[in-house]
C-alpha cells in the first residue's frame, strides 16, 4: 500500500493513523454535537472540538445522506458550499479540509476555494469526478456506492463494494473506502460485519483506506448499545480496524478515536 501526500500530510503506511474529524452543515443530518449552520459557530466548533482534540482532517458535509431525505442537486450543493468556504477563511489552524459531495461541479469549485481533499460518497458515479481530482493533484476518498448520484453506499456484499470501488479506476491519490452503514434496505448489519471481518482485502489497491465506523449499528447491535452509548464499541472496532490496515478514521468522536488508533498502530 502506497502512502500518498494530501496537501503536506502523509497518509498511509508510512505515517501515523490520521483522525478524520466530521462537521455537517446541514440542518437534516443525524448527529447534533457536530451540525452546525452558521459559519462562525462552526469555526469555533472545528477550532476547539475537532483541531483541539487532534484532527488532522475536517471533513465538511453540505448534506444529509440519510436516505430519508431528498438529494440536492448541484446547484443547491454550490449554494451550501459558501458557508464552507466562509467557514475555512475563518479558521485559523493547520490541518486538510475536505468536502463532502457526489458532484464534480461542487468538488471543482470547493478545490479552487481552498479545500485540499473531496470525500465522494457516490464512488465516482459521477465520471467527471476523478478528472477534476486528478487535474488538481488532489485526494479523494472514494466511498464504494453503486453508479447512481442518488444511491450512495446502497450496495449489499463485499463482492459489490470491490465492484464499486474497481469501477472507474483510482486516481492517483484515491484514498478507498468500503462504506459501512445502513445506506439501504438490503445493505444489513450482517454485510456490514462480513465487510470488517474481511477488511484487509480493502489494502489490496495499494492506496490508503479510510474506515467509517464511530456508532455504527452494526456494532451497536453487538453490544446492545443506544448511539448516546456506543463510544466503547466504536473504540474496540477502530483498534481491529487499525490493525487491518486502516489509515483514515472519520468520527464525531476525535480525542477518544485518536488515542484508540495510535495504541492499535504503536502495539501492531
Keep these: 500500500m502506497q502512502t500518498i501526500d494530501v496537501d503536506g500530510l502523509r497518509v ?35 477550532e ?4 483541539g482534540e487532534g484532527a488532522d482532517i475536517v471533513d465538511v458535509g453540505l448534506e444529509s445522506a440519510n436516505k430519508r431525505f431528498e438529494v440536492l442537486d448541484a446547484d443547491a450543493e454550490l449554494d451550501q458550499l459558501a458557508v464552507a468556504l466562509e467557514l475555512i477563511d475563518r479558521v485559523d489552524a493547520d490541518v486538510v479540509w475536505s468536502i463532502e459531495t457526489r458532484y464534480h461541479e461542487v468538488a471543482e469549485a470547493a478545490l479552487d476555494g481552498g479545500f485540499s481533499m473531496v470525500n465522494d460518497i457516490c464512488g465516482f458515479a459521477d465520471p467527471q469526478m476523478p478528472l477534476v481530482c486528478a487535474e488538481r493533484d488532489a485526494a479523494v476518498s472514494k466511498m ?97 480496524a487499525v490493525e487491518r490496515g486502516a489509515n483514515v478514521l472519520r468520527t464525531h468522536d476525535v480525542a477518544e478515536t485518536r488515542d484508540a488508533a495510535l495504541v492499535a498502530a504503536s502495539l501492531t
Design 48 to 51: 476547539e472540538e475537532l483541531i
Design 144 to 240: 464504494a456506492s453503486p453508479p447512481d448520484l442518488e444511491r450512495p453506499g446502497a450496495l449489499e456484499s463485499v463482492e459489490a463494494l470491490h465492484a464499486a470501488i474497481e469501477r472507474e479506476g483510482l486516481t492517483p491519490k484515491t484514498i478507498v473506502d468500503p462504506a459501512f452503514g445502513g445506506w439501504s434496505t438490503g445493505k444489513t448489519t450482517a454485510v456490514d460485519r462480513e465487510t470488517f471481518r474481511r477488511l484487509e482485502e480493502f489494502t489490496s489497491y495499494d492506496r490508503p483506506l479510510l474506515v467509517s465506523i464511530n456508532r455504527k449499528n452494526f456494532l451497536r447491535e453487538i453490544a446492545d448499545r443506544s448511539t448516546e452509548e456506543a463510544l466503547s464499541v466504536s473504540l474496540a472496532a477502530t483498534a481491529l
Design 12 to 46: 498511509g503506511p508510512d505515517a501515523p493513523p490520521r483522525i478524520m474529524g466530521v462537521l455537517n452543515l446541514s440542518a437534516e443530518s443525524p448527529y447534533d454535537p457536530s451540525v452546525y449552520t452558521d459559519a462562525a459557530a462552526a469555526a469555533t466548533y472545528v
